[in-house]
T-cell receptor
Protein backbone atom coordinates (compact mmCIF):
# COMPACT_ATOMS: atom_id res chain seq x y z
CA UNK A 1 0.00 0.00 0.00
CA UNK A 2 2.04 2.96 -1.31
CA UNK A 3 -0.34 5.64 -0.02
CA UNK A 4 0.78 9.15 -0.78
CA UNK A 5 4.26 9.88 -2.05
CA UNK A 6 6.10 13.12 -2.66
CA UNK A 7 9.14 13.84 -4.79
CA UNK A 8 11.74 15.10 -4.53
CA UNK A 9 12.15 14.78 -0.77
CA UNK A 10 14.97 17.32 -0.72
CA UNK A 11 15.73 20.07 -3.23
CA UNK A 12 18.04 23.06 -3.35
CA UNK A 13 17.37 25.57 -6.09
CA UNK A 14 18.36 29.09 -7.03
CA UNK A 15 16.24 32.22 -6.88
CA UNK A 16 14.26 32.69 -10.07
CA UNK A 17 14.24 29.05 -11.15
CA UNK A 18 11.09 27.05 -11.73
CA UNK A 19 10.59 24.10 -9.40
CA UNK A 20 7.90 21.42 -9.45
CA UNK A 21 7.07 19.27 -6.46
CA UNK A 22 5.24 16.07 -7.30
CA UNK A 23 2.51 14.34 -5.32
CA UNK A 24 0.98 10.96 -6.10
CA UNK A 25 -1.69 9.04 -4.20
CA UNK A 26 -2.87 5.50 -4.78
CA UNK A 27 -6.25 5.64 -2.99
CA UNK A 28 -8.22 7.51 -5.71
CA UNK A 29 -9.11 10.14 -3.10
CA UNK A 30 -11.12 13.03 -4.53
CA UNK A 31 -9.51 15.77 -2.47
CA UNK A 32 -5.86 16.73 -2.50
CA UNK A 33 -4.07 19.53 -0.70
CA UNK A 34 -0.73 21.31 -0.61
CA UNK A 35 0.44 22.79 2.70
CA UNK A 36 3.66 24.52 3.64
CA UNK A 37 5.14 24.33 7.12
CA UNK A 38 7.24 27.12 8.58
CA UNK A 39 8.47 27.82 12.10
CA UNK A 40 5.95 29.91 13.97
CA UNK A 41 3.19 29.34 11.43
CA UNK A 42 2.35 25.68 11.60
CA UNK A 43 0.92 24.33 8.35
CA UNK A 44 -0.75 26.72 5.94
CA UNK A 45 -2.86 25.71 2.96
CA UNK A 46 -1.49 26.75 -0.43
CA UNK A 47 -3.94 25.13 -2.87
CA UNK A 48 -6.45 22.34 -2.84
CA UNK A 49 -8.35 20.30 -5.38
CA UNK A 50 -11.79 18.74 -5.04
CA UNK A 51 -11.42 16.54 -8.15
CA UNK A 52 -9.52 16.31 -11.42
CA UNK A 53 -9.50 19.69 -13.19
CA UNK A 54 -10.94 21.48 -10.12
CA UNK A 55 -8.53 23.54 -8.04
CA UNK A 56 -8.86 26.45 -5.66
CA UNK A 57 -6.68 28.78 -3.65
CA UNK A 58 -5.90 28.35 -0.01
CA UNK A 59 -4.45 30.77 2.51
CA UNK A 60 -1.05 31.42 0.84
CA UNK A 61 -1.33 30.80 -2.95
CA UNK A 62 0.85 33.63 -4.29
CA UNK A 63 3.84 32.42 -6.31
CA UNK A 64 2.47 28.89 -6.75
CA UNK A 65 0.64 27.10 -9.54
CA UNK A 66 -1.12 23.73 -9.40
CA UNK A 67 -2.77 21.41 -11.86
CA UNK A 68 -4.72 18.21 -11.57
CA UNK A 69 -5.21 16.46 -14.88
CA UNK A 70 -5.41 13.03 -13.19
CA UNK A 71 -7.06 12.15 -9.89
CA UNK A 72 -3.91 10.58 -8.49
CA UNK A 73 -1.46 13.42 -9.20
CA UNK A 74 -1.33 16.95 -7.85
CA UNK A 75 1.93 18.75 -8.77
CA UNK A 76 2.86 22.08 -7.22
CA UNK A 77 4.98 24.49 -9.28
CA UNK A 78 6.95 27.47 -8.08
CA UNK A 79 7.20 29.47 -11.28
CA UNK A 80 10.06 31.73 -10.12
CA UNK A 81 11.36 30.60 -6.76
CA UNK A 82 12.07 33.16 -4.03
CA UNK A 83 13.92 32.77 -0.74
CA UNK A 84 10.64 33.22 1.14
CA UNK A 85 9.48 29.96 -0.43
CA UNK A 86 12.13 28.02 1.45
CA UNK A 87 9.94 25.68 3.46
CA UNK A 88 8.76 22.15 4.00
CA UNK A 89 5.90 21.25 1.67
CA UNK A 90 3.33 18.60 2.50
CA UNK A 91 0.87 17.06 0.12
CA UNK A 92 -2.28 15.50 1.58
CA UNK A 93 -5.34 13.67 0.35
CA UNK A 94 -8.83 12.93 1.64
CA UNK A 95 -11.66 10.78 0.42
CA UNK A 96 -14.28 13.47 1.02
CA UNK A 97 -14.31 17.23 1.36
CA UNK A 98 -16.92 17.15 4.09
CA UNK A 99 -14.90 16.53 7.20
CA UNK A 100 -17.30 14.21 8.99
CA UNK A 101 -14.52 12.21 10.53
CA UNK A 102 -12.74 11.04 7.41
CA UNK A 103 -9.01 11.27 7.69
CA UNK A 104 -6.71 13.53 5.77
CA UNK A 105 -3.50 11.65 4.97
CA UNK A 106 -0.22 13.49 4.64
CA UNK A 107 2.84 12.65 2.61
CA UNK A 108 6.35 12.61 4.08
CA UNK A 109 7.16 16.15 2.97
CA UNK A 110 9.47 17.88 0.50
CA UNK A 111 12.25 20.05 1.96
CA UNK A 112 12.89 22.96 -0.41
CA UNK A 113 15.72 25.46 0.00
CA UNK A 114 15.92 28.48 -2.28
CA UNK A 115 19.36 30.12 -2.32
CA UNK B 1 -4.23 37.62 15.08
CA UNK B 2 -4.10 33.99 13.98
CA UNK B 3 -7.35 32.03 13.85
CA UNK B 4 -5.74 29.26 15.91
CA UNK B 5 -3.15 29.88 18.61
CA UNK B 6 -0.94 27.18 20.10
CA UNK B 7 1.97 27.53 22.49
CA UNK B 8 5.00 26.37 20.50
CA UNK B 9 6.90 25.20 23.56
CA UNK B 10 9.26 23.40 23.60
CA UNK B 11 7.84 21.36 26.44
CA UNK B 12 10.05 18.88 28.31
CA UNK B 13 8.63 16.41 30.84
CA UNK B 14 9.88 13.31 32.65
CA UNK B 15 8.62 9.90 31.63
CA UNK B 16 5.30 9.07 33.28
CA UNK B 17 4.15 12.69 33.57
CA UNK B 18 0.75 13.93 32.49
CA UNK B 19 1.06 16.29 29.55
CA UNK B 20 -1.45 19.00 28.71
CA UNK B 21 -1.42 20.62 25.28
CA UNK B 22 -3.79 23.44 24.41
CA UNK B 23 -5.10 25.56 21.57
CA UNK B 24 -7.39 28.54 21.44
CA UNK B 25 -9.31 29.71 18.39
CA UNK B 26 -11.38 32.66 17.29
CA UNK B 27 -13.68 31.27 14.56
CA UNK B 28 -16.98 30.09 16.06
CA UNK B 29 -17.76 28.21 12.82
CA UNK B 30 -15.19 25.52 13.61
CA UNK B 31 -16.92 22.24 14.40
CA UNK B 32 -14.25 19.61 13.73
CA UNK B 33 -11.23 19.50 15.98
CA UNK B 34 -8.18 17.34 15.48
CA UNK B 35 -4.83 16.64 17.02
CA UNK B 36 -1.99 15.54 14.79
CA UNK B 37 1.34 14.08 15.86
CA UNK B 38 4.40 14.77 13.76
CA UNK B 39 7.70 13.00 14.26
CA UNK B 40 10.89 14.64 13.06
CA UNK B 41 11.19 14.68 9.26
CA UNK B 42 7.79 13.02 8.84
CA UNK B 43 4.32 14.11 7.81
CA UNK B 44 1.59 14.76 10.40
CA UNK B 45 -0.59 11.80 11.35
CA UNK B 46 -4.04 12.03 12.86
CA UNK B 47 -4.06 11.24 16.58
CA UNK B 48 -7.49 12.31 17.80
CA UNK B 49 -10.64 13.72 16.22
CA UNK B 50 -13.61 15.34 17.98
CA UNK B 51 -16.79 16.78 16.57
CA UNK B 52 -18.25 19.80 18.38
CA UNK B 53 -17.89 19.93 22.16
CA UNK B 54 -17.06 17.17 24.59
CA UNK B 55 -14.38 14.68 25.50
CA UNK B 56 -12.92 11.75 23.65
CA UNK B 57 -10.58 9.16 25.09
CA UNK B 58 -8.28 6.74 23.27
CA UNK B 59 -5.89 4.82 25.47
CA UNK B 60 -3.53 7.27 27.14
CA UNK B 61 -4.86 10.20 25.10
CA UNK B 62 -7.85 12.40 25.92
CA UNK B 63 -9.11 15.24 23.75
CA UNK B 64 -11.38 17.93 25.15
CA UNK B 65 -13.29 20.63 23.32
CA UNK B 66 -14.93 23.60 25.02
CA UNK B 67 -16.68 25.58 22.28
CA UNK B 68 -18.04 28.16 24.71
CA UNK B 69 -14.47 29.13 25.60
CA UNK B 70 -13.05 28.37 22.13
CA UNK B 71 -10.46 26.15 23.75
CA UNK B 72 -9.28 22.62 23.03
CA UNK B 73 -6.91 20.38 24.93
CA UNK B 74 -5.02 17.14 24.50
CA UNK B 75 -3.97 15.21 27.59
CA UNK B 76 -1.37 12.47 27.51
CA UNK B 77 -1.26 10.20 30.56
CA UNK B 78 1.78 8.17 31.56
CA UNK B 79 3.86 9.87 28.89
CA UNK B 80 6.54 7.80 27.17
CA UNK B 81 9.76 8.75 25.34
CA UNK B 82 8.04 7.54 22.17
CA UNK B 83 5.52 10.38 22.62
CA UNK B 84 8.31 12.86 21.88
CA UNK B 85 7.09 14.70 18.79
CA UNK B 86 5.45 17.90 17.66
CA UNK B 87 1.71 18.03 18.34
CA UNK B 88 -0.46 20.14 16.07
CA UNK B 89 -4.04 21.10 16.68
CA UNK B 90 -6.19 21.57 13.58
CA UNK B 91 -9.74 22.70 12.99
CA UNK B 92 -12.29 22.82 10.25
CA UNK B 93 -15.79 24.16 9.66
CA UNK B 94 -18.22 21.80 7.95
CA UNK B 95 -18.47 23.99 4.87
CA UNK B 96 -14.75 24.33 4.19
CA UNK B 97 -14.23 21.40 1.87
CA UNK B 98 -12.00 19.57 4.28
CA UNK B 99 -9.54 22.46 4.59
CA UNK B 100 -7.76 22.52 7.92
CA UNK B 101 -6.52 25.49 9.93
CA UNK B 102 -3.51 24.47 12.02
CA UNK B 103 -1.98 25.79 15.17
CA UNK B 104 1.77 26.43 15.23
CA UNK B 105 2.52 23.09 16.86
CA UNK B 106 3.98 22.27 20.30
CA UNK B 107 7.28 20.39 20.44
CA UNK B 108 7.17 17.80 23.23
CA UNK B 109 10.15 15.94 24.66
CA UNK B 110 9.62 13.11 27.16
CA UNK B 111 12.82 12.30 29.03
CA UNK B 112 13.48 8.74 30.29
Amino acid sequence: DAGITQSPRYKITETGRQVTLMCHQTWSHSYMFWYRQDLGHGLRLIYYSAAADITDKGEVPDGYVVSRSKTENFPLTLESATRSQTSVYFCASSESGRFSGNTIYFGEGSWLTVV
Amino acid sequence: QKEVEQDPGPLSVPEGAIVSLNCTYSNSAFQYFMWYRQYSRKGPELLMYTYSSGNKEDGRFTAQVDKSSKYISLFIRDSQPSDSATYLCAMSASNQGGKLIFGQGTELSVKP
